[in-house]
């Protein structure tokens, strides 16, 4: 067998490695109970963004 074949096969095994991997952790951490944490547990005060825009026109007479 020649060595770009035996390279193809492994880097193709390795990839199939990797894949199935990572759908079992995709699954494994889907299957957890996530719950939202309480309101009471947010410390920031809301933030309020205004936003002023002023056009100074000159008129030419």
Known sequence: MERSKLVAIITG???IILAIA???LV????????????????DQAPAIISVF???DKTTEA
């Open 27 to 42: 699954q494994l951490l889907d299957y957890r109970d996530m719950k939202p944490a309480p309101i009471s547990q947010f």
């Open 53 to 55: 825009w002023q056009v």
């Open 13 to 15: 095994a390795i990839s």
């Open 22 to 24: 990572y759908l079992i």
